[in-house]
């Protein structure tokens, strides 16, 4: 339905690319003292800028927390992204802060917080695709096809007139074109147009905040040239969703000493002699945090797909697959040699009948029952924001017999009230899933990935998966960092502690039934599971920390959500999901919204997707909030999406509609209400 | 899979058709097109054959539309009609096997005596298992960078500055500046025009290889190659002609007769493309790279090469092949190597011109769905290049180790060497009768070879050497190669040192086999 409202006029001022965010910030300010304090901490600010060495001496009111690192201070800053460095809300002096403000921001405030937990008495969240009024759906036709139309037109021209721009396309010198006109057409016409939103260089630490490297293009956007100067921007972008992507800190500390120790390869295969101490180690704490016998750890994310799944599953066996799995998922599949179906997103009326069909029909022509059927799914989806029904797949597992593997690269540490993922979330016991198999690159700040399941299958992948004997052993400061924060998140005991109490690996009975409520602490680590080395500072090792990060997060991410939908925007995925994805649908939009967004005071990067991450039409920005983010982040975020998509005329989903004052003032409501 | 034509073809199919049946129902919403539609009904009347085409097409649109890829099998006429009742009991009939079969009391034992180290990896790593220290004949330490002090300072300084993890796939704000700048030391060191990192070394040829080669393309590949590339070939869906493994003889007569097979058919002027290794990570044989690019140039094909090894361990600075040969990296078109060996790091680079570069930052897959590599290692691996850059002698040093290793071990009864003589990994296996790599006899007995083999490994780290077997997937490799020991020398051992541990590998040889007889 197309919606009156959406054709409003933005916000009063239109010149939103010179506004000062901290005045606006000063008048928007509810009381009083909220007002007082925060021009003390402006003047605190302009005092400590007169101080070239703010490193040496802090100043008072920021004298709990540490001191920024010296890059910070490299990085000229204007009075504009000010509020990015340093907390709008001075901390007060009971307040300890550890982390760097840039990195991991400062948040005192316990009402920000939530618990990502299933509630089993309603029923699921199902995805509801909500379909953008009549004419935004014509108009986003329309522009495709008027980018089409423009870049056969260039193409056309281009060929006869322009040779030289297209000499990598034809034949030359009875050499084939490496690239067909057909299959660049996309990347040239379409993706071309907006390069500068995308592949954008970074340096330093992506976490709360991230520095973008600003370019220019002098050449239509063929080529980019890095100016040399530097943004620093709100970091929304970056699967940091437990902030652990932290260049200070406790975790960082213990990956200082592992280098130190351990140097930064291990020089070879897992199977050959790449093997070490730190991966075994490091192998049994994962499986212990996921709550199953075994884990192998593999030095790349997607690799661990790619190679792990062919040696589960190969000629005779059928691997039924979700639409939108991730692409390592996919490649996997195809080298397995196994049978591929697919079933529709998130469906389990279309998985129960796929499974039905290729049961009783059994391989194709022969109609030999299958060896087995591997289902793979994924806890959360990348790029929409879906949680897994898990449930009713594990009801189904019941019936059907099907082995089941879930990749939980984004679930895992995201979902829960123990950030153990999809199985935590919905308290259903991991021994009922097969393989689990996850990555470290999102919600713990390293890199490389992991598949955990029975000693029997993790054997059986240690030898057979392609990784085994041919890929690099993964480095040892990364499994520092896996290690560290891993443990941080169960808390570390210093009693040995019996390792069968922790998790019942039992069958599971005909029924599920969910655990009522998780009565020991859920798999803490003894400390001397850990390196003797690795001395986790106290707030780490109990586990504190990271319950108030995952607490975070889930505010975080609810808060976004909620709050998006109540401004109006179309928004995908499940309520708990650090993914937001924001239907723009209109091609030409994405460039312009990543622009805005990022000329937006303070600066605030964002991801655009379309195809062919996305259908061609549900083109969207996608939102990842991390526990770094403070309540004023994401308030930042709203506001700065109110104001981009009122111009870009963005807002059409259905439902009651707040103002963006009242979204931010009532957040604590609209989060536990949702 | 579907045919994956009919897949390429369905979004611009169901966009076609989608946006035809949306303008028509959004043009009835235009004022005045009542009078359209008012013609259109008189031309009906005047020919009705006209409405009933369009028709046609409408429905047709539909039926695209509603049509579900993965309902295709169902109107097939291998599909049998079951009721409910014969579904639910042929579900509850099914017996699936288990996911993974329990391991083989051998494959247990080899999953056993896989070694782990304690503490640091290096020249002379400690054992978990013992507490013993070892002179290590295994790792891919080649220049020596194990533990080198410069490299774990530049880890560290980047660690506080850039903190792990890069939390991001390159497109998603995963390129760090040190990235890029791993990727210009690179393309400097080589003298290409640009490269592209990738984050596992594995991962990099069987991505670069399906980012090029499509469906209906010419692979001409050595019979010998990698499993890297035996997997990135079977993702590409191309057609693959096999030479005989690093006979230059053999590829020639294979380029000649696809050049004929073309000429035939008149097909049209495909991709095509040579893939090889430097140097042979299953034998370290060494490919004769001039004669190689001769025949490259010659017959227009493009080279892939697989540098894995050679890279950072061959010619004056390590450059590789193109340094020791001295023929130029351009004339390589996607010349593949691997930072994990090489630099003594993580991941792998695809080095080349600058199309080649770009092509692969939007198709290669593995680059653009997996996170960037962790900042420190990029580092590490541009520290690497300045090292070796600096120090050229420590080339020398490994050459000079090589031949002690390979003077040790030619004498040794029972062994026969592989691979080329300067090859950083020497492969040697069991001697016998049959003299060729490669095994096609199914009586071959692989396990009882692979278990003297294991013995000896294993009676040779208890004497205090560190030694692999090169692992294979059996099985699952396009052809089993004979079950061999591979030594890696490294520069960071002595003359001295080296000499005094090949000895220990030839007693061991020695010993195992004579129990044996």
Known sequence: MPSPIALNSPSPSLSIFKKKELLSQLTSMPTAASYLSAVQQADTRIRSHDNSSVTSTPSLSRSPSITDSSEDNTLSEDDENDCLAYSLTPSTSEQVFTTVHTEFGHCANETYRCVSKHDYTKPFEEQTIEDPPYYIFLATHISLFILSLLGHMRDFFGKRFAKPYFAHLMPQNGYAPLNTNFDSFYTRRLRGRMTDCLCQPVTGVPGRTIVILDRYSTDNNYTQICTGGKTRALNISSYNYLGFSQGRGGCSDAVKESIRRCGVSTFGTRLE?????????????????????????????????????????????????????????????????????????????????????????????????????????????????????????????QIYKFHLYIDEAHSIGALGPHGRGVTDYFNIPPSSIDVLMGTFTKSFGAAGGYIAGTKTLVDGLRLRGHSGPYAEAIA??????????????????????????????????????????????????????????????????????????????????????????????????????????????????????????????????????????TSFETARARFCPSAAHTKEDIDTVLRACDEVGGILDLKHGSGERWGIDMVCDRAVELVHSV | ?????????????????????????????????????????????????????????????????????????????????????????????????????????????????????????????????????????????????????????????????????????????????????????????????????????????????????????????????????????????????????????????????????????????????????????????????????????????????????SFGTMGRTGRGLTELYNVPASQIDMLVGSVANGLCSAGGFCAGSAIVVDHQRINGTSFVFSASMPALLATSGSEAITLLRNNPSVLLNLQDNIRAIRAVLEKTEGITLLGHRASPIIHFCLRTQQQSLSVTQSTYDHEAEERILQDIVDDSVANGVLLTRAKHLRGQEMIESRPTIRIAASAALTRKEVEKAAGVVKASVTRILSKRR
């Open chain 1, 273 to 397: 002699s790449g093997s070490s101490e730190l991966h075994v180690s490091a192998e049994a704490l994962v499986a212990r945090f996921v709550g199953m016998e075994d884990a192998l750890i593999c030095s790349m994310g997607f690799a661990t797909n790619s190679t792990f799944i062919p040696a589960l599953a190969g000629k005779g066996s059928l691997i039924i697959s979700d639409e939108l799995n991730h692409a390592s998922i996919r490649i996997g599949a195809r080298q397995s040699g196994a049978h591929v179906r697919v079933f529709k997103h998130n469906d389990m009326s279309s998985l129960e009948s796929l499974l039905r069909e290729v049961i009783s029909q059994g391989q194709p022509k022969t109609h030999r029952p299958w060896k087995k059927v591997l289902v793979i799914v994924e806890g959360l989806y990348s790029m929409e924001g879906t949680v897994v029904n898990l449930p009713k797949i594990v009801e189904l597992k």
């Open chain 1, 476 to 613: 040892p400061p990364v499994l520092a960092q896996i290690v560290a924060s891993m443990a941080s998140i169960m808390g570390v005991v210093s009693a040995p502690q019996p390792t069968n109490s922790t998790f019942s690996l039992s069958p599971v009975g005909s029924i599920i039934t969910p655990r009522d409520s998780v009565k020991e602490p859920l798999g803490m680590v003894p400390a001397n599971n850990l390196p003797t080395w690795m001395n986790l500072p106290r707030a780490l090792a109990d586990g504190s920390e990271a319950r108030m990060r995952i607490r975070r997060l889930a505010f975080n991410s609810r808060y976004l959500h909620a709050g998006l939908k109540k401004l109006g925007f179309i928004i995908y995925g499940h309520s708990f999901s650090p993914i937001v994805p924001l239907l723009i649908f209109n091609p030409g939009k994405l460039p312009v919204f990543v622009r805005m967004m990022r000329a937006y005071t303070p600066p605030i990067v964002v991801v655009v997707v379309t195809y062919p991450a």
């Open chain 2, 1 to 309: 899979m579907d045919s994956s034509t009919s897949v390429a073809l369905e979004p611009l199919l169901s966009f076609l058709a989608f946006s035809l049946s949306q303008i028509e129902s959004g043009f009835y919403r235009i004022p005045g097109s009542a009078v359209v539609a008012r013609y259109v009904k008189s031309s009906h009347q005047n020919d009705p054959g006209r409405t009933i085409l369009e028709l046609i097409l409408v429905i047709f649109a539909i039926r695209t539309l509603l049509q579900s890829r993965t309902r295709t099998d169902r109107s097939g006429k291998h599909f049998i009609r079951f009721s409910e009742k014969e579904i639910d009991e042929l579900v509850d009939e099914w017996v699936p096997e288990p996911l993974v079969q329990p391991l083989s009391e051998w494959e247990q034992k080899d999953l056993n005596s896989v070694p782990v180290i304690a503490g640091p990896n290096g020249p002379k790593p400690k054992l978990l298992a013992t507490g013993k220290i070892v002179t290590n004949l295994a790792s891919f330490n080649f220049a020596g960078l194990a533990g080198n002090e410069k490299v774990k300072e530049r880890a560290l300084e980047t660690l506080q500055k850039y903190g792990l993890g890069s939390c991001g796939p390159p497109g998603f704000y995963g390129t760090i500046d040190v990235h890029l700048d791993l990727e210009r030391d690179i393309a400097e060191f080589l003298g290409t025009e640009a490269s592209i990192l990738y984050s596992q070394g594995f991962s990099t040829i069987s991505s670069v290889i399906p980012a090029f080669c499509k469906r209906g393309d010419i692979i001409v590949a050595d019979r010998s190659v990698n499993f890297a590339i035996q997997k990135g070939i079977l993702i590409s869906r191309s057609t693959v002609r096999w030479f005989d493994h690093n006979d230059l003889k053999s590829l020639e007569d294979t380029l000649i007769s696809v050049e004929k097979d073309r000429k035939k058919r008149k097909g049209p002027l495909t991709r095509r493309f040579i893939i090889t290794e430097g140097i042979f990570e299953r034998d370290g044989e060494m490919v004769d790279l001039p004669k190689l690019v001769e025949l490259k140039l010659k017959y227009k094909y493009r080279l892939i090469m697989d540098e894995s090894i």
